[in-house]
């Protein structure tokens, strides 16, 4: 879709073993960007993957690992990584459980992981792009940043905590050629999705197929997932000069979810 607009940046890519990230990775590699993988795992198939898109897309990738819900790992991978042109804050978890019952832990690690972590990574960023004179930062938020669905209490304050860091983040860097901007996608089906079925099946009393159907998809009104790479392709595309004026939004890929 794009030519090698982005050789010579380095693009910082958290929770990118997996899912939106390792599609969202592979998109900036295609268009030449060097990468920094992230998860909070060291394991030799992690530094596995790094070789791999190395080799397939002919770019520097590296991965390093650091815990997204604590602050000062957050910090240091961005000072690891050396360099940020490009920073991708995605790294997400997600529980479901109406508000009574909301295990205080999970709730805690979803804003931990979901929000706080790119106020670290993002403060850790800034000085870089600065220096640099131009910058890009993307927040993976959600269609669950701008619409609400029952529960998911800490998910759906996270990711509206991401919408508005997003702003501010956009705000206090607006005369700097530096953008940031929040993707908000409807559902994919990524490992994240795979892993609330169940528990949303017996929220709903519902089969995995009719959950599939009558509850994610239910409100997408293309009756499609978004796809890893479609959400690669907005963010490279928020990369590009096209996207020089565009800060502080939201852009939905969502199927016309929040159109409803
Ligand atoms: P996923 O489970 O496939 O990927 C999540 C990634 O985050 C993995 O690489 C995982 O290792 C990493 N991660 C989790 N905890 C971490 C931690 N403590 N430190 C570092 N990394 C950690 O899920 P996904 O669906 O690809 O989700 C990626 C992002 O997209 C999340 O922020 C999610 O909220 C968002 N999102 C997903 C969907 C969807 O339908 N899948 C929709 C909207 C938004």
Redesign the pocket.
């Given at each position: 879709m794009f030519q090698k607009f982005l050789t010579g940046k380095t693009a910082i890519v958290?929770?990118?073993?997996?899912?939106?990230?390792?599609g969202v990775a592979h998109q900036l590699a295609k268009a030449g960007a060097d990468l920094v993988l992230?998860?909070?795992?060291d394991r030799d198939e992690d530094h596995a993957l790094a070789e791999e898109l190395a080799k397939q897309h002919g770019v520097k990738v590296r991965y390093i690992k650091?815990?997204?819900?604590k602050g000062e790992e957050c910090r240091a991978l961005v000072e690891k990584a050396g360099a940020c042109d490009i920073l991708v804050n995605?790294?997400?978890?997600?529980h479901v459980a109406p508000i009574q019952d909301f295990p205080t832990e999970k709730w805690d690690a979803i804003i931990a992981?979901?929000l706080t972590?790119s106020f670290h990574t993002t403060a850790a960023a800034l000085p870089m792009m600065r220096k640099a004179g131009w910058g890009r930062i993307v927040n993976?938020?959600?269609?669950?940043g701008l619409t609400a669905s029952p529960f998911k209490s800490a998910?759906v304050a996270a990711?509206h905590g991401v919408v508005g860091l997003t702003k501010v983040t956009a705000l206090e860097t607006a005369q700097e050629k530096i953008t940031c901007n929040a993707i908000?996608?409807?559902?994919?089906?990524?490992?994240?999705?795979e892993?609330q079925i169940p528990d949303t099946m017996k929220e709903y009393n519902m089969s995995r197929d009719d959950v599939i159907k009558n509850v994610m998809l239910q409100r997408q009104p293309s009756k499609e997932f978004a796809t890893?790479e479609e959400l690669g392709d907005t963010t490279v595309f928020l990369c590009s000069d096209a996207a020089a004026q565009i800060t502080g939004t939201t852009i939905s890929v969502d199927g016309g979810w929040t159109a409803l």
């Open positions: 958290t929770g990118s073993n997996s899912g939106i990230g390792l992230n998860s909070f795992t650091a815990d997204m819900s995605n790294a997400g978890i997600q992981i979901n972590s993976i938020a959600s269609a669950h998910y990711k908000c996608p409807g559902y994919v089906l990524t490992p994240l999705v892993a890893v």
